[in-house]
Nanobody, 117 residues
Framework: SVDLAESGGGQVQPGGSLRLSCAAS????????MSWVRQAPGKGLELVSS????????YYAKFVKGRFTISRHNAKNTLFLHLNSLDVEDTAMYYC??????????RGQGTQVTVST
């Protein structure tokens, strides 16, 4: 079965940085596009970024504005999201999701990102 485990979240001040990781198992990771999605309190799931299986193509939501970078290490079945210049509006639970631009793919338990002074 698909197993995804996100980590790396935390509490940071505005302008801070974090690196999120997603360890994947139970499916051929190197054959799947992957996405990061987030859910802020009281809001729905929101696509943040996607990367194709071979890291040839990436997608970022407009609100990212060059602040985040998605990457993957297929040999280690791991997906990353580097978050820079974080804003309070980025506070949310972040999930990795199977599939390209797929908000409703399989997800793990999530990792909480809190941006506050």
């Amino acid at each position: 079965s698909v197993d995804l485990a996100e980590s790396g979240g935390g509490q940071v001040q505005p302008g801070g940085s974090l690196r999120l990781s997603c360890a994947a198992s139970g499916f051929p990771f190197n054959a799947y596009g992957m996405s990061w999605v987030r859910q802020a309190p009281g809001k729905g799931l929101e696509l943040v970024s996607s990367i194709d299986a071979g890291s040839s193509n990436t997608y970022y939501a407009k609100f990212v504005k060059g602040r985040f970078t998605i990457s993957r290490h297929n040999a280690k079945n791991t997906l990353f999201l580097h978050l820079n210049s974080l804003d309070v509006e980025d506070t949310a639970m972040y999930y990795c999701s199977t599939g390209w631009q797929n908000v409703f793919g399989s997800r793990g338990q999530g990792t909480q990102v809190t941006v506050s002074t």
